[in-house]
């Protein structure tokens, strides 16, 4: 039996054959890295792979990793190569071992989609240790606040973690996650979340049978913030007191933005906004989307993929706190493994004639959410874009109509798709969106359009806009946030084997019904953000309300009834009944302000909520507010620059 992988990539080799030879072959003529093996652990190597192909190609190229006589782990996959003479050239691979120290294996694969030819090689790289004796080592990596800490190999059977303080001032220090020991191998670990320019104390903890010992201590000196990156000034609104959850005492903000003039990078700050970590590629757009609770994060990233005519959200990225790219994959990929399940709405945009026949449809781009869930598996939402015929949704122009829908694309570890879910087949497409949002190409906030002009209605239906995913882990469903439908799903996912059908819906005009205990004149939420379960599931729903319909003109909103305690944004907490169908809320508080746009919500270990309202405009500018509650009170807020995401955080090991 093929795997998804396989078949979906024969599929596509079959739709872009052309006059591809019987007998095409695809022939590697150098891997190269940039600095010779053997490398220390935390050398950045770079490789660089040429092919030729006796086809006009095109050839793309996948980079797997992994130690000698283990299994490898897809690292980098297929994208294209450039093309110059008769020589392919892939993408430059970027690998940042982090231990352990061993010879590890890095396998290319490259593939021909027109000929279907593929050809492969495995080179061997030894990583040697940091620490070549019994002293632990702190080394320095690309990012001036992330330090390597590496220690001698402990006994198997025990587990060691990392801690590290700040040599001056106050606190109590911070630690790693534990991992599991070997008795061979050293240990080396990211320390992240300290100061610029400051002096920090690291020691190895060893936990034996629940006893644990500290080993030595090493000295470690964190760089100032680099002088070629703008980070922004972060206004102390209300400061911490006694109510302010201080157990959590990081925020991290997902603050690069879509304007040019203000790409930011993403970073983690304490509480009273001085900056602790920070993430951004030189000038990309990225979209950080989720922390990771091994230290790493999940991003989506502009870049190049098989779609040329657009960069916009064509990359997911894994980054390890130093900024290394764990793991990557594409829209081609994404396309080819979709097809293969029978996902005839995801295939490329670049395929389809101009102008797109109705019924024609593609998948764009991702966007808004990138998540993991517990067993490993990882899921993304990636736009389509699917041709109706004149008058669909009141178009007027009498042309075909271009509608925007979405689709969940859930993969495993190996982030090969396992499962997916096609917004056009379970949900009616004649409910437009409740403001009638549209995009054009280009405009802010849509995704990348292929199939409008060429005779299709100027204006695409923004139907969905999907804006985020959780795994409920009671059932093993899937939680589907609709920003341009005021709705959320619970979609039958049942842990991968489920039908997609919609199990109820909760929103104005949906399948729940609303226990307005508090007499609210608009009781639900509308193009809401970020809906999660606390607890781990087991809590109630949270949700940021940013209130677009129930302010917007009449007759569907308040209108120009609209004054100064009416027009805000509302952090929300929600407890659903699925025996009576009902919502009950247990908090729906204004914040004070209004973010037309973004938005997270988040219950932290002592009771109180944090909110961000990351797109408040003003006359001043764009703004970004992270708030905390205490019952009907703020206790925490902080003013940055407009964002997506922001949490509040143990530590950067932690997604609480």
């Known amino acids: 039996m093929r795997t998804a992988t396989q078949r979906g990539f024969r599929?596509?080799?079959?739709?872009?054959?052309?006059?591809?030879?019987?007998?095409?072959?695809?022939?590697?003529?150098?891997?190269?890295?940039?600095?010779?093996?053997?490398?220390?652990?935390?050398?950045?190597?770079?490789?660089?792979?040429?092919?030729?192909?006796?086809?006009p190609g095109p050839l793309t190229f996948q980079f797997n990793v992994g130690q000698t006589g283990k299994t490898l782990s897809m690292v980098k996959d297929y994208?294209?190569?450039?093309?110059?003479?008769?020589?392919?050239?892939?993408?430059?691979?970027?690998?940042?071992?982090?231990?352990?120290?061993?010879?590890?294996h890095i396998e290319v694969v490259i593939k021909d989609f027109s000929s279907g030819e593929t050809s492969s090689k495995i080179v061997s790289y030894s990583v040697t240790p940091l620490v070549t004796g019994s002293t632990p080592v702190a080394a320095a990596t690309g990012n001036p606040l992330v330090a390597l800490f590496s220690a001698p190999a402990c006994a198997s059977g025990s587990t060691m973690r990392a801690f590290f303080q700040r040599q001056s001032g106050t606190g109590s220090g911070?630690?790693?996650?534990?991992?599991?020991?070997?008795?061979?191998?050293?240990?080396?670990?990211?320390?992240?979340?300290?100061?610029?320019?400051?002096?920090?104390?690291?020691?190895?903890?060893?936990?034996?049978?629940?006893?644990?010992?500290?080993?030595?201590?090493?000295?470690?000196?964190?760089?100032?913030?680099?002088?070629?990156?703008?980070?922004?000034?972060?206004?102390?609104?209300v400061p911490t007191n006694s109510n302010t959850d201080t157990a959590e005492p990081f925020v991290l903000w997902g603050i690069n933005t879509l304007n040019p003039s203000t790409l930011y990078h993403d970073?983690?700050?304490?509480?009273?906004?001085?900056?602790?970590?920070?993430?951004?590629?030189?000038?990309?757009?990225?979209?950080?989307?989720?922390?990771?609770?091994?230290?790493?994060?999940?991003?989506?990233?502009?870049?190049?993929?098989?779609?040329?005519?657009?960069?916009?959200?064509?990359?997911?990225?894994?980054?390890?706190?130093?900024?290394?790219?764990?793991?990557?994959?594409?829209?081609?990929?994404?396309?080819?493994?979709?097809?293969?399940?029978?996902?005839?709405?995801?295939?490329p945009c670049t395929t389809i004639p101009q102008p797109a026949p109705v019924g024609s449809a593609c998948l764009g781009g991702f966007h808004h959410e990138l998540t993991t869930f517990p067993n490993g598996d990882v899921a993304a939402l990636a736009s389509v874009e699917k041709i109706f015929p004149p008058g669909t949704q009141g178009d007027t122009s009498g042309l075909p109509v271009d509608v925007i829908g979405d689709m969940i694309v859930v993969m495993n570890s190996n982030w090969q798709v396992i499962w997916y879910w096609d917004s056009f087949q379970f949900l009616d497409v004649n409910r437009p969106a409740v403001l009638g949002e549209t995009c054009t190409d280009g405009a802010s906030g849509c995704p990348p359009t292929f199939l409008l002009g060429h005779g299709i209605a100027p204006l695409?239906?923004?139907?969905?806009?999907?804006?985020?995913?959780?795994?409920?882990?009671?059932?093993?469903?899937?939680?589907?946030?609709?920003?341009?439908?005021?709705?959320?799903?619970?979609i039958d996912y049942n842990n991968g084997t489920g039908t997609g059908d919609v199990l109820w819906t909760m929103g104005v005009d949906g399948t729940l019904s609303f226990n307005n205990i508090n007499d609210d004149p608009w009781p639900w939420f509308s193009h809401q953000h970020d809906v999660t379960i606390a607890t781990n599931g087991t809590g109630p729903f949270l949700l940021f309300d940013n209130g677009d319909t129930r302010i917007s003109p009449p007759p569907l909103g308040l209108g120009t009834a609209c004054g100064p305690n009416d027009c805000y944004s509302r952090g929300m907490a929600l407890t659903v009944d699925e025996n009576t169908m009902t919502v009950t809320p247990v908090l729906s508080l204004s914040l004070g302000n209004y973010s037309s746009a973004d938005g997270s919500a988040q219950l932290l270990s002592n009771g109180n909520y944090f909110f961000a309202s990351p797109l408040v405009v003003s006359l001043s500018g764009e703004s970004n507010y992270?708030?905390?509650v205490q019952g009907n009170t703020q206790v925490l807020s902080l003013q940055g620059p407009q964002g997506y995401r922001s949490w509040q955080l143990v530590s950067l090991y932690s997604t609480n």
């Open 626 to 628: 992270a708030i905390e």
């Open 79 to 104: 994208n294209l190569g450039t093309l110059s003479g008769s020589t392919w050239t892939a993408q430059p691979f970027v690998w940042v071992p982090t231990g352990p120290e061993a010879t590890y």
């Open 460 to 490: 695409a239906k923004d139907w969905l806009h999907g804006n985020s995913l959780y795994y409920w882990s009671q059932n093993g469903d899937i939680i589907f946030s609709m920003k341009h439908q005021d709705w959320v799903d619970k």
């Open 174 to 237: 911070s630690t790693t996650p534990f991992v599991k020991c070997d008795g061979v191998h050293t240990m080396t670990f990211e320390i992240a979340g300290m100061y610029a320019s400051s002096h920090y104390a690291i020691h190895a903890q060893t936990n034996t049978g629940g006893k644990i010992t500290n080993g030595p201590s090493v000295a470690f000196t964190t760089g100032p913030l680099p002088s070629n990156i703008s980070f922004p000034a972060l206004n102390v609104i």
């Open 267 to 347: 970073e983690a700050t304490d509480l009273s906004g001085h900056v602790m970590w920070y993430y951004g590629a030189p000038g990309q757009f990225d979209l950080l989307t989720r922390p990771l609770a091994n230290g790493g994060m999940l991003i989506i990233q502009n870049g190049a993929s098989w779609n040329n005519e657009s960069q916009i959200g064509q990359l997911l990225h894994q980054i390890d706190l130093a900024g290394n790219v764990v793991k990557e994959t594409n829209t081609g990929v994404i396309q080819t493994e979709l097809l293969a399940l029978g996902a005839t709405d995801g295939g």
């Open 11 to 55: 599929l596509l080799g079959t739709i872009l054959t052309l006059t591809a030879p019987v007998f095409a072959t695809v022939t590697i003529k150098s891997i190269t890295p940039s600095v010779a093996s053997p490398q220390v652990i935390g050398t950045s190597i770079t490789w660089t792979v040429t092919a030729t192909d006796t086809n």
